[in-house]
């Protein structure tokens, strides 16, 4: 895991994932750590993941997520609903989710940006709330902290990361009901 300032970022790609986000494309990891180390203060305002790890844990906290600690850090528990199938609903084809896989996607880390890319996940009831139109599975999945670009307080806290591990498949819910 790379340190820039009190960011813990565990590695380029994620970095340079979250610059781009914003539209900016840095291909050198010394030039990312050093756009990094100029305009942070400005862009966490408006990309999560610039945020210090203070901030980070309070937008949790404030979020009803609880933060949990293991020997490889500190995590949450979340929620996602899948198809029936354990397929994605937005990426069927990219995405077949089994528990204990680990899996990765490019994340928006904008604030603002309420449905962008990234791995999604909620609270239990907003990703019911989520998957109710239709037949679907509840999972339970693990996500890092480190691993969170985003923490959508205007969309239910609805989280966007670049990876997370599925911890628990909950069965198949029926228009919200088990």
Not at 20 to 30: T, Y
Not at 46 to 60: P, Q
Not at 67 to 84: D, F, H, S, V, W
Request: proline letters at 1%; aromatic letters at 12%.
């Amino acid at each position: 895991m790379k340190k820039v300032y009190d960011l813990e970022i565990d590695d380029a790609y994620t970095m340079r994932s979250s610059l781009q986000s914003f539209g900016v494309i840095v291909e050198d990891e010394k030039l990312a750590k050093k756009f990094v180390e100029k305009y942070k203060n400005r862009f966490s305002e408006f990309i999560w993941i610039l945020k210090s790890k203070e901030e980070k844990e309070n937008d949790i906290k404030e979020a009803d997520y609880e933060i949990l600690e293991n020997e490889n850090g500190k995590y949450i528990l979340a929620y996602k609903a899948i198809r029936t199938d354990n397929k994605s609903f937005h990426d069927p084809n990219n995405y077949e989710y089994i528990v204990g896989k680990v899996y990765k996607s490019n994340c928006d880390c904008d604030i603002e940006d309420e449905n962008s890319y990234g791995l999604a996940a909620w609270d239990k009831e907003n990703a019911i709330e989520f998957g109710k139109s239709d037949n679907f599975k509840l999972i339970k999945v693990k996500i890092y902290i480190n691993d969170i670009g985003v923490i959508i307080k205007n969309n239910k806290n609805k989280i966007r990361c670049f990876k997370f591990k599925v911890v628990e498949d909950l069965g198949v819910y029926n228009n919200g009901n088990e």
